[in-house]
């Protein structure tokens, strides 16, 4: 039994499928929600007009008070090199510059509002995975610029792949201890904490919902039997893994209908992790022997 364990997860660092394609997919997913982010997310001027909230503590406890100036040109470099790293020009470079200033812009303004950067914390380990890789061979500027698809070690690529879906896994797993430890059994058991959230900050549809509180208590119940298994299952592989992934999207699908919280940059990253595939086989050796190698896949 331990030899089966250990070679199922020797398969799953070191012998992931179609690995640059997708980390490939990953990068492009990442570039984008990480762009996403810093457009529209909450980095705006309140984090240089109210800096007597700042409290830093940390990683950033020696980080000064950023001005107006410095704190929107931080912000402009994160989205400049987010969509670089979508478009994978520069891949490795803008990689380490989209993780880095991301990760300092999060944090920063997460010492005025602490909570905050717990929800997107997987955004700033991905992109240091993405990093330790060469996600750019494929469906990208750098390779559609290279004259022949360079060489890489896939080993790599595929530890990083395969450290992305254990950490998605564990997240699941921890959600449902997080509860347990909490508020006990009595969180799934009844579904109260579901059906109060959902009068409080839930949609319409949730709402008019709560009109049954069995239903409620279903949830809770559903939620506690998801959380639990769906790890076991992304891990597993083949047909498992696919039936988890899928059940993973249902179950943020039915949050953001009743509760209106999508997690949406956790959501995006689940199809090209779990889900998507590279070429067979036979179409990446018959690409190989054209003219530009893989390139001629991303023309």
């Not at 039997?225 to 083949?238: I, M, P």
Request: charged letters at 15%.
């Amino acid at each position: 039994m331990s030899t089966l364990k250990r070679s199922r997860f020797d398969t799953l660092l070191f012998e992931q499928e179609a690995v640059p394609w997708r980390l490939a997919y990953m990068r492009v997913a990442l570039g984008s929600s990480v762009t996403v982010l810093a457009v529209y997310g909450p980095f705006d001027r309140f984090f240089s007009d109210n800096v007597w909230l700042y409290d830093p503590g940390g990683l950033f406890a020696k980080v000064p008070v950023l001005g107006a100036a410095s704190l929107a040109a931080l912000r402009m470099t994160t989205i400049v090199a987010s969509l670089m790293l979508a478009a994978g020009a520069c891949t490795r470079v803008s990689a380490w510059l989209t993780a880095l200033s991301f990760f300092l812009l999060n944090g920063y303004t997460a010492q005025f509002t602490q909570p905050s950067f717990n929800y997107d914390t997987h955004l700033n380990l991905f992109l240091l995975a993405i990093a330790s890789a060469d996600s750019g061979r494929v469906l990208s500027l750098d390779a559609h610029w290279r004259s022949s698809a360079p060489t890489a070690d896939e080993r790599a690529g595929s530890v990083a792949l395969g450290f992305m879906q254990i950490y998605v896994a564990m997240l699941y797993g921890q959600a449902f201890l997080a509860k347990l430890l909490l508020s006990g059994p009595a969180w799934f058991w009844t579904g109260d904490v579901v059906l109060v959230q959902t009068l409080r900050i839930g949609t319409g549809f949730g709402r008019w919902l709560s009109r049954w509180p069995d239903v409620f208590r279903a949830i809770g119940i559903l939620t506690g039997v998801f959380e639990l298994s769906v790890g076991w299952a992304l891990l597993r592989g083949g047909r498992v893994r696919n039936a988890g992934a899928g059940a993973a999207l249902a179950f943020h699908f039915g949050t953001w209908l009743v509760l209106g919280i999508s997690f949406w940059h956790l959501v995006v990253l689940l199809p090209p992790l779990f889900l998507l595939r590279g070429p067979t086989r036979e179409s990446a050796r018959a690409a190989e022997r054209l003219p530009g190698g893989t390139q001629a896949l991303t023309d």
